[in-house]
């Protein structure tokens, strides 16, 4: 598109000082753009641009500044005249070293040549540039020692990120006084030689510091804390010991003027200790990440006063004690994982005001008493909530299927109660993906925002991917009943874990409609019948679990489950028959076929004795004439009774089998003996409804039988 000298030709005659080009070109960069000889100003970043840097714009004499940042440029650095002021070619794929010639550009206030594919050691010249005001080099693969010359006459530096160099070490004496006082200064993943740099506590201006992965060990230096606080904080992923008390707190009215939100990264290191209640005068403070050390105690209640933090994470320590009540002050909190701790008691009540949390992570603690209702009612902006492993009791609130935006459920190893809630069809944050567009992030992309979740029969940690999982957890309760059909219609559930309750029933015959199921487990139940063929269209399946219940028939085949072979899927399941399983179907009895006689025969055994009790009763009451007044109907004697006793045992035992084709008895008898018979199939009838319904219903309407049609009377 820029590849034409005609237009380069024409631009130049009218002396062309500035050219801004961005996200809207692509090819090479034409060697004809040297012939724009007053070129001032070259802005073409952002684009598609391939192929190395021409040498005839490095050569324009009045160019001062460069952008051609985030392109595809390859090549090494060429080399620049000496006006320039401002380079930047960052996140392009440029390589070899950076150029000796770097240090004659006497007026280079800004240089950035971050995420690139450079090599080799930092040039002693860059030294030189006592205008340089900022110095950016960043995830290459730069090597060797950086040593005081380096910085030898950089008094103007205010921005210095060497990060993701891995093989570049700073070694620099312990009583190295710098020229420079930085704003900005970012060592991580570099090696720092002599341990915790002391020359910072010289920097009286530092605004954001950070050298996580940096390979320093051993305490924060006690002088740490005398230095004015430092807004961003990031000393993750050490190997720093001991308390928290010599973070920097010597105060610093600028603060309040920084950009970024104000953080505290400390996550994987040792620290020890309790959480210092100096942090809680950190008003501003947005992200506070204590994960992963060791840390005890309790929460300090004044913790309260930090009523801009947006994510506190303290999981993963040694932190005891209930949750103050305090903690619902702070009312921007979106993020609050305090899993892996010692913590006790119920959830305070005043939780209820964090109606902004999107992720609630008290997993593997100890806390006990019921899931509250208003989880359900009040913090219905929840995306993760995981109550996993504690000593919660009661069942299932309703209220949590107003969580609509919930994706990850996670209620396992509790002692929950009752049955699973039908109306989780309503979850619809797991029937749709739209989580992108719900989630916010308050915390830095560096922050790890990681998920334990048990996936595949195994506890995985997701980090930056756990957006996109869906996951429902109700594993090891004490839950009975059905499983819900409408627990189906979560169409976008990653994983579904039911396993180790008192489950009863079938699996839905609908389990096919949850398309994106990859782990499945319904084992150590009680379900029975048959498993649904419909399971053979989860394509994405990889872990199934279907031992130690009550299943039986034929194992579907077809598609996914085909690769599953593992016969320890369907252990337990004694009338289970077909691969992987070792017996074959020929030779498999249907379970209920035997349990089938034996209801038979229990209820023929059942109706026997239903109808001797009614001729012990008869028998034994007294036969007399008598008028009933108000039904004006004839009472049948003594022997009649008997006599229809004898028709009903006879038609019991005979069925139709004592009958012509016109349903008239076979030997001779009168039209009284016909109609008892008749009678007699009533009461029959009734007596199985009585048996197989045995609820109140059935009762009251043998019940209602008996007084409007007595078995001793006729019209």
Same mark, same amino acid.
């Given at each position: 598109?820029?590849?034409?000298?005609?237009?380069?030709?024409?631009?130049?005659?009218?002396?062309?000082?500035?050219?801004?080009?961005?996200?809207?070109?692509?090819?090479?960069?034409?060697?004809?753009?040297?012939?724009?000889?007053?070129?001032?100003?070259?802005?073409?970043?952002?684009?598609?641009?391939?192929?190395?840097?021409?040498?005839?714009?490095?050569?324009?004499?009045?160019?001062?500044?460069?952008?051609?940042?985030?392109?595809?440029?390859?090549?090494?650095?060429?080399?620049?005249?000496?006006?320039?002021?401002?380079?930047?070619?960052?996140?392009?794929?440029?390589?070899?070293?950076?150029?000796?010639?770097?240090?004659?550009?006497?007026?280079?206030?800004?240089?950035?040549?971050?995420?690139?594919?450079?090599?080799?050691?930092?040039?002693?010249?860059?030294?030189?540039?006592?205008?340089?005001?900022?110095?950016?080099?960043?995830?290459?693969?730069?090597?060797?020692?950086?040593?005081?010359?380096?910085?030898?006459?950089?008094?103007?530096?205010?921005?210095?990120?060497?990060?993701?160099?891995?093989?570049?070490?700073?070694?620099?004496?312990?009583?190295?006084?710098?020229?420079?006082?930085?704003?900005?200064?970012?060592?991580?993943?570099?090696?720092?030689?002599?341990?915790?740099?002391?020359?910072?506590?010289?920097?009286?201006?530092?605004?954001?510091?950070?050298?996580?992965?940096?390979?320093?060990?051993?305490?924060?230096?006690?002088?740490?804390?005398?230095?004015?606080?430092?807004?961003?904080?990031?000393?993750?992923?050490?190997?720093?010991?001991?308390?928290?008390?010599?973070?920097?707190?010597?105060?610093?009215?600028?603060?309040?003027?920084?950009?970024?939100?104000?953080?505290?990264?400390?996550?994987?290191?040792?620290?020890?200790?309790?959480?210092?209640?100096?942090?809680?005068?950190?008003?501003?403070?947005?992200?506070?990440?204590?994960?992963?050390?060791?840390?005890?105690?309790?929460?300090?209640?004044?913790?309260?006063?930090?009523?801009?933090?947006?994510?506190?994470?303290?999981?993963?320590?040694?932190?005891?004690?209930?949750?103050?009540?305090?903690?619902?002050?702070?009312?921007?909190?979106?993020?609050?994982?305090?899993?892996?701790?010692?913590?006790?008691?119920?959830?305070?009540?005043?939780?209820?005001?964090?109606?902004?949390?999107?992720?609630?992570?008290?997993?593997?603690?100890?806390?006990?008493?019921?899931?509250?209702?208003?989880?359900?009612?009040?913090?219905?902006?929840?995306?993760?909530?995981?109550?996993?492993?504690?000593?919660?009791?009661?069942?299932?609130?309703?209220?949590?299927?107003?969580?609509?935006?919930?994706?990850?459920?996670?209620?396992?190893?509790?002692?929950?109660?009752?049955?699973?809630?039908?109306?989780?069809?309503?979850?619809?944050?797991?029937?749709?993906?739209?989580?992108?567009?719900?989630?916010?992030?308050?915390?830095?992309?560096?922050?790890?925002?990681?998920?334990?979740?048990?996936?595949?029969?195994?506890?995985?940690?997701?980090?930056?991917?756990?957006?996109?999982?869906?996951?429902?957890?109700?594993?090891?309760?004490?839950?009975?009943?059905?499983?819900?059909?409408?627990?189906?219609?979560?169409?976008?559930?990653?994983?579904?874990?039911?396993? /180790?309750?008192?489950?009863?029933?079938?699996?839905?015959?609908?389990?096919?409609?949850?398309?994106?199921?990859?782990?499945?487990?319904?084992?150590?139940?009680?379900?029975?019948?048959?498993?649904?063929?419909?399971?053979?269209?989860?394509?994405?399946?990889?872990?199934?679990?279907?031992?130690?219940?009550?299943?039986?028939?034929?194992?579907?085949?077809?598609?996914?489950?085909?690769?599953?072979?593992?016969?320890?899927?369907?252990?337990?399941?004694?009338?289970?028959?077909?691969?992987?399983?070792?017996?074959?179907?020929?030779?498999?009895?249907?379970?209920?076929?035997?349990?089938?006689?034996?209801?038979?025969?229990?209820?023929?055994?059942?109706?026997?004795?239903?109808?001797?009790?009614?001729?012990?009763?008869?028998?034994?009451?007294?036969?007399?004439?008598?008028?009933?007044?108000?039904?004006?109907?004839?009472?049948?004697?003594?022997?009649?009774?008997?006599?229809?006793?004898?028709?009903?045992?006879?038609?019991?035992?005979?069925?139709?089998?004592?009958?012509?084709?016109?349903?008239?008895?076979?030997?001779?008898? /009168?039209?009284?003996?016909?109609?008892?018979?008749?009678?007699?199939?009533?009461?029959?009838?009734?007596?199985?409804?009585?048996?197989?319904?045995?609820?109140?219903?059935?009762?009251?309407?043998?019940?209602?039988?008996?007084?409007?049609?007595?078995?001793?009377?006729?019209?």
């Amino acid at each position: 598109m820029i590849d034409s000298p005609k237009n380069i030709s024409e631009c130049s005659h009218y002396a062309l000082e500035y050219m801004e080009l961005r996200d809207c070109l692509s090819g090479r960069i034409p060697e004809t753009l040297g012939r724009l000889g007053n070129l001032r100003h070259l802005d073409l970043s952002q684009n598609g641009l391939t192929g190395s840097i021409p040498e005839s714009v490095t050569g324009l004499r009045f160019l001062q500044v460069v952008y051609l940042y985030e392109n595809q440029l390859t090549g090494p650095i060429p080399e620049f005249l000496g006006n320039l002021t401002q380079l930047d070619l960052s996140s392009n794929q440029l390589n070899g070293s950076i150029p000796e010639s770097l240090g004659k550009l006497a007026a280079l206030t800004d240089l950035s040549v971050e995420s690139n594919l450079l090599n080799g050691t930092i040039p002693v010249s860059v030294g030189k540039l006592a205008k340089l005001h900022s110095l950016l080099i960043s995830n290459n693969s730069l090597e060797g020692t950086v040593i005081e010359a380096h910085f030898a006459n950089l008094s103007m530096l205010k921005y210095l990120d060497t990060s993701f160099n891995t093989k570049l070490t700073f070694n620099v004496s312990s009583g190295w006084m710098p020229p420079f006082q930085l704003i900005v200064l970012y060592l991580s993943s570099c090696n720092i030689s002599s341990g915790f740099p002391q020359w910072l506590r010289n920097q009286r201006k530092v605004k954001e510091l950070v050298l996580s992965n940096a390979k320093i060990s051993g305490p924060l230096p006690t002088w740490f804390r005398k230095m004015p606080i430092i807004p961003w904080l990031d000393l993750s992923h050490k190997k720093l010991s001991g308390p928290l008390t010599n973070l920097p707190d010597g105060g610093n009215d600028e603060v309040f003027l920084f950009e970024s939100d104000p953080t505290i990264f400390l996550q994987y290191n040792t620290f020890s200790g309790s959480i210092p209640r100096s942090l809680c005068r950190r008003t501003y403070l947005r992200v506070l990440q204590l994960s992963k050390n060791m840390l005890s105690g309790k929460i300090p209640k004044c913790v309260g006063n930090l009523q801009a933090l947006s994510t506190m994470r303290l999981s993963s320590n040694r932190l005891s004690g209930v949750i103050p009540s305090s903690i619902g002050l702070s009312s921007s909190l979106s993020w609050l994982s305090l899993n892996d701790n010692n913590f006790i008691g119920e959830l305070p009540r005043e939780m209820v005001n964090l109606q902004g949390l999107q992720v609630l992570d008290l997993g593997d603690n100890k806390f006990s008493g019921k899931i509250p209702k208003w989880i359900g009612e009040k913090l219905i902006a929840l995306v993760v909530l995981r109550l996993h492993k504690n000593n919660f009791t009661g069942r299932i609130p309703r209220s949590l299927c107003k969580n609509s935006n919930l994706q990850i459920l996670d209620l396992a190893y509790n002692n929950l109660t009752g049955t699973i809630p039908r109306c989780v069809g309503k979850l619809n944050g797991m029937i749709e993906s739209h989580i992108l567009s719900r989630i916010t992030y308050p915390f830095s992309m560096n922050d790890d925002k990681n998920v334990i979740q048990v996936m595949k029969g195994v506890d995985l940690e997701y980090t930056t991917i756990w957006v996109i999982v869906y996951n429902m957890d109700l594993s090891s309760n004490k839950l009975v009943g059905e499983i819900p059909v409408e627990l189906t219609t979560l169409s976008m559930l990653v994983g579904l874990n039911l396993s /180790n309750n008192h489950l009863s029933g079938g699996i839905p015959m609908s389990i096919g409609n949850m398309m994106n199921l990859e782990t499945l487990d319904f084992s150590k139940n009680e379900l029975g019948g048959r498993i649904p063929s419909s399971m053979a269209a989860l394509n994405f399946l990889s872990h199934l679990n279907l031992s130690h219940n009550n299943l039986s028939g034929q194992i579907p085949t077809g598609n996914q489950l085909q690769t599953l072979t593992d016969p320890s899927i369907y252990a337990g399941n004694k009338y289970l028959c077909g691969p992987p399983l070792s017996n074959s179907c020929s030779n498999h009895q249907d379970p209920t076929t035997p349990k089938k006689i034996n209801e038979a025969s229990d209820e023929q055994t059942m109706i026997w004795l239903f109808y001797v009790g009614i001729i012990c009763g008869f028998a034994t009451g007294r036969g007399k004439s008598c008028q009933d007044e108000e039904r004006k109907r004839s009472c049948i004697d003594p022997p009649e009774y008997m006599l229809s006793m004898i028709v009903l045992l006879f038609s019991f035992s005979c069925k139709e089998g004592c009958l012509d084709e016109r349903n008239e008895v076979i030997f001779n008898t /009168n039209t009284k003996v016909k109609s008892l018979l008749a009678l007699a199939y009533d009461v029959k009838a009734l007596a199985f409804v009585w048996i197989r319904s045995r609820a109140k219903w059935g009762r009251n309407l043998i019940w209602n039988f008996w007084v409007e049609n007595p078995l001793y009377c006729t019209m």
